[in-house]
């Protein structure tokens, strides 16, 4: 089975400040992993993927993530914050083939990223 | 074209109501999917299709029946709701099934059922 941590429901930076948003995952097999942001009262749109190629992602909007799997880890980071960078981001997995969650895209809780001026 | 579209945007439906939701892509995407969505919740898989048959259903209620009619089109169907099921519905489509490719999610459907 597969499931997603994400520590912090809320995060709240500077405009201009680093954003770190932390994401752990289980997985029965090695997954791949996905960042989406969500604005209100709309769809998530995919951020970034790690697809068993490079450990580090990058991603549109400034956004990078870095898979580390001894720390079962998938934190996603911008070297500064844009106001226009506030809404909820949700860390995802799904499982390769093999794995009992295959075909399944499971969410964690996200995180409500705020940017003050 | 690269959207997910989605029909309503927004739906009000009494409990006895017989309404249907709708979703279409253009990508050439042969994995289409519906997710519920909850208030300050992250979305739920309901109904998985691949190649226009349905795969995972998620143990999802009858009163919710969704159809494939071609690898384009994804339809929910929705029938004696109860006013719990008011969520945002999320359709999203992917190359595969596989979840290699991540998937591309339409803006979605508000739902309130009184």
């Known amino acids: 089975a597969q499931s997603v941590t994400q520590l912090g429901s809320h995060v709240s930076v500077s405009e201009g400040a680093l954003v770190l948003l932390r994401c752990n995952y289980s997985?029965?097999?090695?997954?791949?992993l996905f960042w989406y942001v969500q604005y209100p009262n709309q769809g998530l749109q995919l951020l970034l993927k790690y697809t068993s190629a490079a450990t580090l992602v990058k991603g549109i909007n400034g956004f990078e993530a870095e898979f580390k799997k001894s720390e079962t880890s998938f934190h996603l980071t911008k070297p500064s914050a844009h106001m226009s960078d506030a809404a909820e981001y949700f860390c995802?997995?799904?499982?390769?083939?093999?794995?009992?969650?295959?075909?399944?895209?499971?969410f964690g809780q996200g995180t409500i990223l705020t940017v003050h001026p | 074209d690269t959207e997910v579209t989605q029909t309503p945007k927004h739906l009000v439906m009494g409990m006895t109501n017989k309404k249907s939701l709708k979703c279409e892509q253009h990508?050439?995407?042969?994995?289409m999917y519906w997710y519920k969505q909850k208030a300050k919740k992250p979305p739920e898989l309901m109904f998985v299709y691949s190649y226009e048959k349905l795969s995972i259903n998620e143990s999802v209620p009858s009163r919710f029946s969704p159809e494939c009619p071609n690898s384009s089109l994804l339809n929910l169907h929705l029938h004696a709701l109860q006013p719990e099921d008011s969520a945002l519905y999320l359709c999203?489509?992917?190359?595969?099934?596989?979840?290699?490719?991540?998937?591309?999610f339409g803006s979605g459907t508000r739902l309130t059922v009184v």
């Open positions: 990508m050439g995407h042969r994995a």
């Open positions: 995802a997995v799904s499982e390769n083939a093999g794995g009992t969650s295959y075909g399944k895209l499971t």
């Open positions: 997985s029965s097999v090695p997954p791949y």
């Open positions: 999203a489509s992917s190359q595969d099934s596989s979840g290699r490719y991540g998937y591309t």
